[in-house]
């Protein structure tokens, strides 16, 4: 049984740490240090590193944790990884070192040019460690790509079965939410998500993983189909938006406002 860990850094940063029988891999490490004390507490060795993206407080930890024992780092093709030693795009397949897990790479540029996604079968259940492409409730910015890329992106996510759980890596939740019941106040599954998540930032629990069930039930950016979030899209530009890819681009910049 593969256990999964979260492991905060910086302010609102997850890195996701997978072990088994002593092996562990990590999702994004931007910092080492949790990832150490993490190690050293749990009795575990480091067999790999996966990385979606190139920005710093996904990666700045690579480095370091490469000084404590040589192992493989996993990350896109199309952006500079730190000591990358496999270069991934859409549909490789990333047979994890000593754990027995699987994952195929997803192209989802958006966030930035090269970002990718890892999606597989965890314990039985679909599994898609998504970085800053896809929050719970929401979306990353779009610091590289265009709305379209981020779009399509985000409609390869949604489109993955509606079981699997979402570990992205900020905890932007309760944030996300209000940003939601802003573009959607109507919504019934919305208000109670909320109450939920609050419940658990409450406890000092995390928010996430998610599930692609609730995401398309409440994330106003998996909703651009659906007539009350263009409505509220349209109001929100003052004028008729042509297509999906607009009224996402102005949620998108709505959120960037709000």
């Known amino acids: 049984m593969i256990t999964i860990i979260p492991i905060p850094a910086?302010?609102?940063?997850?890195?996701?740490?997978?072990?088994?029988h002593g092996r562990a891999t990590v999702v994004d490490p931007g910092d080492a240090a949790p990832v150490l004390e993490c190690l050293d507490r749990e009795h575990l060795e480091l067999s790999s590193i996966l990385t979606t993206h190139h920005h710093g407080d996904h990666v700045?930890?690579?480095?370091?944790?490469?000084?404590?024992?040589?192992?493989?780092?996993?990350?896109?093709?199309?952006?500079?990884?730190?000591?990358?030693?496999h270069a991934l795009a859409e549909d490789d397949v990333v047979k994890v070192p000593g754990l027995p897990l699987r994952f195929t790479v997803l192209d989802v540029p958006g966030h930035t040019a090269g970002h990718i996604a890892y999606f597989g079968d965890v314990?039985?259940?679909?599994?898609?460690?998504?970085?800053?492409?896809?929050?719970?409730g929401g979306c990353g910015r779009l610091f590289e790509g265009t709305p379209a890329q981020m779009w399509a992106s985000l409609s390869a996510c949604a489109s993955l079965?509606?079981?699997t759980q979402v570990y992205c890596?900020?905890?932007?939740?309760?944030?996300?939410?209000?940003?939601?019941?802003?573009v959607e106040p109507t919504n019934a599954a919305l208000a109670a998500r909320q109450l939920r998540e609050a419940d658990k930032r409450a406890q000092g629990l995390p928010?996430?993983?998610s599930t692609l069930v609730e995401e398309r039930a409440t994330n106003p950016f998996l909703r651009v189909g659906v007539p009350a979030v263009q409505a509220a899209a349209r109001q929100r530009a003052g004028h008729a938006l042509s297509d999906d890819t607009a009224v996402f681009?102005?949620?998108r910049e709505w959120k960037n406002q709000f």
């Open 161 to 163: 079965p509606a079981a």
């Open 249 to 251: 681009a102005q949620l």
């Open 60 to 85: 700045g930890g690579v480095l370091a944790l490469l000084e404590r024992t040589k192992v493989p780092v996993f990350g896109p093709a199309r952006e500079r990884i730190p000591a990358r030693t």
């Open 10 to 20: 910086f302010a609102d940063n997850y890195i996701w740490l997978l072990h088994e």
């Open 123 to 136: 314990n039985g259940v679909p599994s898609l460690f998504c970085g800053d492409t896809l929050f719970a």
């Open 169 to 182: 890596a900020h905890e932007y939740t309760l944030a996300n939410l209000r940003f939601a019941a802003a």
């Open 207 to 209: 928010t996430v993983p």
